[in-house]
């Protein structure tokens, strides 16, 4: 959890992933690049809103959203306001409740 919390970016690049390790980084306000085949990508990113989200299987789009990355400047933008989301939805009874309730303090 510590690397990720010092990270700029954190990059979810799974072709299929029901609800992975991004899960980290969105509670704990981490920018998210991923493949539209995560899961917790799709439940929880607007994508260009409050992270980012590039097509699965796909290197080329993969590619182009992290030259988009470098070309902004608002990745702790999308950090901030997904952070936000995570804090605002309700958790109650799904598997990851207490994970993500314990990340988010």
Known sequence: L?????ADVYVHPARFDAYGGSIFA???GVPVLGSSGAGAVIDNIESDVNGIIFQNNN????????AEI???NELAEFGTKMRQKMVENDFKGS???KLVAN???
């Open 2 to 6: 510590a690397h990720i919390a010092n």
């Open 26 to 28: 969105m509670a704990l």
């Open 59 to 66: 290197v080329y789009s993969l590619n182009k959203r992290i």
């Open 70 to 72: 470098i070309k902004k």
């Open 95 to 97: 598997i990851h409740e």
């Open 103 to 105: 990340l988010l303090g």
